[in-house]
């Protein structure tokens, strides 16, 4: 069965280094999306992608946050120079198309980011 | 708050015994989706319910859905220890990105 994949599983850094996370969604979806969730808090959304641009993001994907799909299967989820509070796991997700009538997102197992 | 309130919040029970989990929101929906959680892992995707279906099965799970209460319950009957997790509901956002918006999430832990 396909699966979303994602590497690292966990990644360690230094606050103010760059991270870049990546993620290979299943070969014929559309749309992609990074959530991110902080240990014991609920998920959140932090941007969609589709049509290789943003669709939407959210408050917390500020500028220190970019995304990119630089090939036909990898999407990556970059933050510039890491804080404290990045520290979270971060899903990526992807979804065949939105308009179905199942529309399921697929998420992948998650890379933990620590930053010390 | 747009996001799905979830309850209860953390839920201790016997291997057996079937576990209820319930979810509110606050604005129109096209569907509900429940999600699981294993301590430490990915989301695995449970079961989706339109907004025209009032009830929804799955193995042994059953899912609710009151539009008029804008709320939906998640049925574990005979649960097991495997069934210890977290589970959440989630709904699309308005903006029409396909982007989920997730409870809090009720943590089920089924002993053995």
């Known amino acids: 069965e396909p699966e979303v994949t994602q590497t690292p599983s966990h990644q360690v850094t230094q606050m103010g280094q760059e991270v870049i996370l990546r993620c290979v969604p299943i070969?014929?979806?559309?749309?992609f999306y990074w959530y991110r969730q902080i240990l014991g808090q609920k998920v959140e959304f932090l941007v969609s992608f589709y049509n290789n641009e943003i669709s939407e993001k959210s408050e917390i994907f500020d500028d220190q946050f970019s995304v990119e799909r630089p090939d036909g299967s990898n999407f990556t989820l970059k933050i510039r120079s890491t804080k404290l509070e990045d520290s979270a796991m971060y899903f990526c997700?992807?979804?065949?198309?939105?308009?179905?009538?199942?529309?399921?997102?697929?998420f992948g197992p998650g890379t933990r980011l620590t930053v010390l | 708050s747009q996001q799905g309130e979830e309850d209860p919040q953390a839920l201790s029970i016997q291997e057996g015994e079937n576990a209820t989990m319930n979810c509110s929101y606050k604005?129109?929906?096209?569907?509900l989706q429940w999600y699981r959680q294993n301590s430490g892992r990915g989301l695995v995707h449970l079961i989706l319910?339109?907004?025209?279906?009032r009830e929804k099965h799955s193995g042994r799970l059953r899912v609710t859905l009151d539009t008029s209460k804008k709320s939906s319950s998640l049925l574990i009957t005979a649960s097991r220890a495997a069934d210890t997790a977290s589970y959440f509901c989630?709904?699309?956002?308005?903006?029409?990105?396909?982007?989920?918006?997730f409870g809090q999430g009720t943590t089920l832990q089924v002993k053995p």
């Open positions: 997700a992807s979804l065949r198309r939105r308009h179905s009538d199942y529309n399921e997102q697929f």
């Open positions: 070969s014929n979806h559309l749309y």
């Open positions: 989630a709904r699309h956002g308005s903006s029409n990105t396909g982007k989920l918006i």
């Open positions: 604005t129109s929906i096209n569907n």
């Open positions: 319910i339109r907004s025209n279906e």
